[in-house]
């Protein structure tokens, strides 16, 4: 066999095997300061898996505040693509199923969490360009109708990912 053809050859199984490129974004997730009771900050790597949007939250912490008084339940946390209605608030258009934390943070203290990798479901969505991702910590709150109040830290909008 000639080196034309076996070089013909060998380009056309190359290009024949399949590549499975995924995007993939570094984010920061933050909370406004002193905002709310139990605040979370957490750094990701956010990458296109499939139909999924795997969220690695690689460094992870809770923190209070020392301006309040009282300590804080922390039941669990989960991640959302979400984006923001006209007055600022977060619209929910997916979530990662809720990681069970339960632990009690004290005014002042900080709890870093572990590593953890959440997953989104995207199947439908189109322009993940136009989401943030969403941290939320879900606290006992006893005087919420449904026993339960919500913190938020979020990253910038997605941009790598689309």
Request: aromatic share 8%; net charge positive; glycine share 4%.
């Amino acid at each position: 066999m000639s080196h034309a053809r076996l070089f013909n050859a060998l380009t056309c199984a190359v290009f024949a095997l399949p590549i499975n490129a995924t995007a993939q974004q570094s984010i920061t997730l933050t909370a406004p300061q002193n905002t709310f009771r139990a605040n979370p900050t957490a750094q990701a790597e956010v990458s296109k898996k499939g139909p999924f949007l795997e969220v690695h939250l690689s460094r992870h912490a809770v923190w209070a505040p020392k301006n309040y008084k009282d300590a804080s339940q922390v039941v669990s946390y989960s991640i959302a693509l979400a984006t923001r209605n006209e007055q600022g608030q977060w619209n929910t258009v997916r979530e990662s199923a809720e990681i069970e934390s339960n632990f009690k943070l004290l005014p002042g203290q900080t709890k870093q969490l572990r590593a953890e990798t959440l997953l989104i479901p995207i199947d439908g969505i189109k322009k993940l360009n136009e989401h943030w991702i969403v941290l939320t910590l879900k606290l006992r709150s006893p005087d919420s109708a449904d026993g339960y109040g919500y913190t938020h830290a979020h990253s910038e909008k997605l941009k790598a990912i689309q």
